[in-house]
């Protein structure tokens, strides 16, 4: 797997509507959901949690993340790896960064996002950059 199919994955996904704790791809997702359809695609071995609250707190979004066989975290971004975000307090948000978009001449970030009901795909502005907390990366996707 490559980091653009990671992305194509991801990509895949946009407009499925967002649902709390959601793991039906196409059907309903969360930004956790999102994630796990992405491993999914790509035949990767994940842990599945459901075990969280609309604000997840106590480092439990970190945590899962630091023991998903399928990730290993890094110091800098490229295109596939997913983004640890908090909004206020703990980290409670993932997206996958997409690297540069020709649509909008930036680079993006695709998640499932509750405030636009459904999984979508944006420009990685200075606000959204603030929000990183750690950046993960796919164990085995080439470049």
Known sequence: MTRSDVVAAARAEIGTPFRHQGRQPGKALD???????VAD????DY???ADYSRRPSGGLLESALDAQPCLMRV???VPGDVLLMRFAGDPQHLA??????????DAGIVHALLQARKVCEHRLTDEWRSRIVR???FSGVEA
């Open 31 to 37: 930004c956790a959901g999102l994630l796990i359809a």
């Open 41 to 44: 695609a790509a035949g990767m």
């Open 47 to 49: 842990i599945d949690r």
């Open 75 to 77: 110091g800098s971004m």
């Open 96 to 105: 996958i960064y997409a690297g540069f978009n020709e649509a909008y001449e």
């Open 135 to 137: 950046i993960y990366r």
